[in-house]
């Protein structure tokens, strides 16, 4: 008896970290985004060029790679995590200015960010809901990844616009397929670290976001 009370109240207190960690990682999110779309349009206001994105962009990189993973377990994770998604926001200026140049720029950018809101939400609450586990993706992202990169470094050289369509395309999907992978390690408590789990997450739709623009524009006919 005393051991299947000890069982009990195990699964109780894991159901309640990985629902702490589930609510302040979207928590986190929620605060990421918006203060990503404030520095997006303060560098659309200042009109930044594509030069300055670049540099913000590498910025946000070498964050992400040397300042993120040292301090995922501090309170300087949460600094880091906003300096990396404000930055990433704000290279977004030129792109989204350069879009909106367009005569139909406004509805592009619309969209994609409907678009990129109804991925994001249908999914994550797939994964909340259904609580099934989408480990079983991991290998496939990866290769999947993998390829992608390879191919956009190829398309560098050759800059064809079929493949550049092929190429986010196959980012949208990745990207669709990480925000189900990651929400699942979440739900089923193998993610235990909701800055980490907020940064991926963030990257996901990021992604989704850049892709889902081109793709949309070039379909109208504007890219």
């Given at each position: 008896m005393a051991d299947y009370q000890n069982t009990v109240s195990q699964r109780a207190e894991s159901a309640l970290a990985t629902n702490k960690v589930l609510r302040n990682t979207y928590a986190l999110l929620s605060m990421t985004l918006v203060f990503s779309a404030v520095?997006?349009?303060?560098s659309m206001s200042l009109n930044l060029g594509h030069g300055a994105s670049l540099i913000m962009m590498l910025a946000a990189i070498?964050?992400?790679w040397f300042a993120l993973?040292?301090?995922?377990?501090?309170s300087m994770g949460l600094v880091w995590t906003f300096v990396f998604t404000g930055l990433m926001g704000a290279s977004l200026g030129p792109i989204l200015n350069a879009y909106l140049a367009l005569s139909n720029g406004a509805s592009i950018v619309a969209?994609?960010?409907g678009g990129t809101a109804v991925v994001t939400f249908s999914l994550s609450a797939y994964a909340v809901t259904t609580k099934k586990d989408f480990s079983f993706l991991g290998g496939?992202?990866?290769?999947?990844l993998i390829v992608v990169l390879v191919a956009m470094l190829a398309n560098l050289f050759f800059a064809i616009p079929?493949?550049?369509?092929a190429i986010s395309a196959g980012v949208v999907l990745l990207m669709s397929l990480l925000i189900l992978f990651d929400t699942s390690r979440i739900v089923n408590g193998g993610e235990t670290n909701y800055?980490?789990?907020?940064?991926?997450?963030?990257?996901?739709?990021?992604?989704?976001?850049?892709?889902?623009?081109?793709?949309i524009a070039a379909f109208t006919g504007n890219d």
């Open positions: 520095t997006a349009v303060l070498g964050i992400l993973p040292r301090s995922y377990n501090s969209q994609a960010l496939f992202v990866m290769v999947g079929a493949v550049s369509l800055v980490r789990a907020t940064v991926g997450l963030y990257l996901s739709i990021y992604n989704l976001f850049v892709h889902l623009l081109h793709l």
